[in-house]
């Protein structure tokens, strides 16, 4: 996940560590926050894989600067687009995803999103299964996956909000036949959902 977020950001332009950490917080609006700890170690891998490149800075401090190689843009792709993993891991991980969709194509950005939200309504249902079948837990636990069934379907409601921005955004740019074929379509499946 840190090798996602830190190609992302030397997509953008070079950096050195502390701009990353910095930039790594302030794109992700404070949800994630990399310890230096870990950060370093990423890039000297992210190096050694020739993903990223090193260069001693100038002034006084001299602090090395990073930059990404054709092998690191073709891995952040990669890794932009794949498969999510099981666990709950995989929210954060999408988290970081999503901060860097603006590099794929519109109908790659719908199928992640979709593919997201399909998962989320199989944790959804798994959940509400839970509900109905827990007779022996407590107050607490039941207000815990209560919670968890509240902030999933908010999570998909939210999805379902920018897999419609997306469609529509994408329906704006498309040639005029294109946006009434789409337009069309997006209709009937309105319709049957």
């Known amino acids: 996940m840190i090798e996602l977020a830190i190609l992302g950001l030397l997509k953008e332009r070079p ?5 990353l950490s910095r930039e790594l ?6 949800l994630w926050r990399v310890s230096f700890g870990s ?10 894989q020739g993903a990223i490149t090193s260069e001693a800075g100038t002034g006084a401090r001299r602090k090395t600067v990073y930059a990404i190689t054709e092998e690191g843009e073709r ?8 498969a999510p993993q099981e666990g709950q891991t995989e929210d954060a991980r999408f988290r970081v995803r999503l901060a860097f969709f603006r590099y794929l ?4 950005r719908v199928r992640l999103l979709e593919r997201r939200r399909n998962a989320l309504d199989t944790r959804l249902a798994e959940i509400k299964s839970h509900l109905r079948d827990a007779g022996t ?12 069934r509240a902030a999933t379907e908010a999570d998909i409601a939210w999805l379902n909000q920018l897999i419609r921005n997306e469609r529509l955004r994408s ?16 209709r009937r499946k309105e319709r049957t959902t």
């Open 171 to 186: 329906e704006i740019t498309a040639p005029v036949g294109e946006r009434r074929r789409a337009s069309a379509t997006l």
């Open 39 to 48: 950060l370093y170690p990423s890039l000297r891998r992210l190096e050694r």
């Open 25 to 30: 917080s302030d794109q992700l609006g404070g």
């Open 15 to 19: 950096m050195h560590g502390y701009q």
């Open 75 to 82: 891995m952040f792709l990669e890794l932009l687009e794949e």
């Open 105 to 108: 194509p519109p109908e790659t």
């Open 137 to 148: 837990t407590d107050d607490y636990q039941r207000a815990l996956v209560d919670h968890a």
